[in-house]
């Protein structure tokens, strides 16, 4: 999840499509992670979480997976819409109280 | 339910002013926390707080100021802005302390310090 500046990774699909946004987290210890979206002017919005003892959720239209391995997290999106088109971060609690976040995946949704 | 609110929601000051930004939330969360958005560092954590009158360091804490008397408020005070504070500024809360719970967030401080 790093970030590159001003050119924020980006993830262009077909509406109808699932989207794939990946991450891949900093810390081996870290047991809790968090998949938020974030629309222009607004807040990031929860989406859904996993802990460490999981492989898997799911949610409503939304899938995450963890990889313990290789410290890849990844948020799976069915029959994208357009609604869906805003930046994209996973955080890990790593170290206490704190969250560290990725620098996000914009994804852009093609009617 | 109005959740988590911030105030302003835009702010324009000058370098070397006192500016406050406010936060409250009407879940009673025991923990809040300010973050600050940037281009090229994602979001950062400034302080959080895990209850009132208790309050820690985040990431970067230097040249902010917090408190927190009642549960539902969490005032962030620059002391004396600095143009390298212009930024967007989100609080958020949580019920629980961080590896339980989301933190939600409110819809951010734009601030720009002339």
């Known amino acids: 999840g790093e970030s590159v500046g001003l050119h924020l990774p980006t993830l262009s699909v077909q509406e109808g499509d699932n989207s794939i946004i990946n991450c891949a987290y900093s810390?081996?210890?870290?047991?809790?992670f968090i998949w938020y979206k974030q629309e222009s002017g607004k807040g990031p919005q929860f989406i859904i979480d996993?802990?460490?003892?999981?492989d898997k959720r799911q949610g409503q239209r939304v899938t995450v997976l963890l990889n313990k391995t290789v410290k890849h997290l990844s948020l799976q999106i069915a029959a994208t819409q357009p609604g869906d088109s805003a930046v994209y971060f996973c955080?890990?609690?790593?170290?206490?109280?704190?969250?560290?976040f990725g620098g996000g995946t914009r994804l852009m949704v093609k009617p | 339910d109005a959740g988590i609110t911030q105030s302003p929601r835009y702010k324009i000051t000058e370098t070397g002013r006192q500016v406050t930004l406010m936060c409250h939330q009407t879940?009673?969360?025991?923990?809040m926390f300010w973050y600050r958005q940037d281009l090229g560092h994602g979001l950062r954590l400034i302080y959080y707080?895990?209850?009132?009158?208790?309050?820690d360091k985040g990431e970067v804490p230097d040249g902010y100021v917090v408190s927190r008397s009642k549960t539902e408020n969490f005032p962030l005070t620059l002391e004396s802005a600095t143009r390298s504070q212009t930024s967007v500024y989100f609080c958020?809360?949580?019920?629980?302390?961080?590896?339980?719970?989301?933190?939600?967030f409110g819809d951010g401080t734009r601030l720009s310090i002339l």
């Open positions: 707080s895990a209850a009132a009158d208790i309050t």
């Open positions: 958020a809360s949580s019920e629980q302390t961080v590896g339980n719970q989301p933190q939600h």
């Open positions: 996993i802990r460490s003892n999981m």
């Open positions: 955080a890990e609690n790593n170290a206490g109280n704190m969250l560290t």
């Open positions: 810390n081996s210890a870290s047991d809790y």
């Open positions: 879940w009673s969360h025991s923990y």
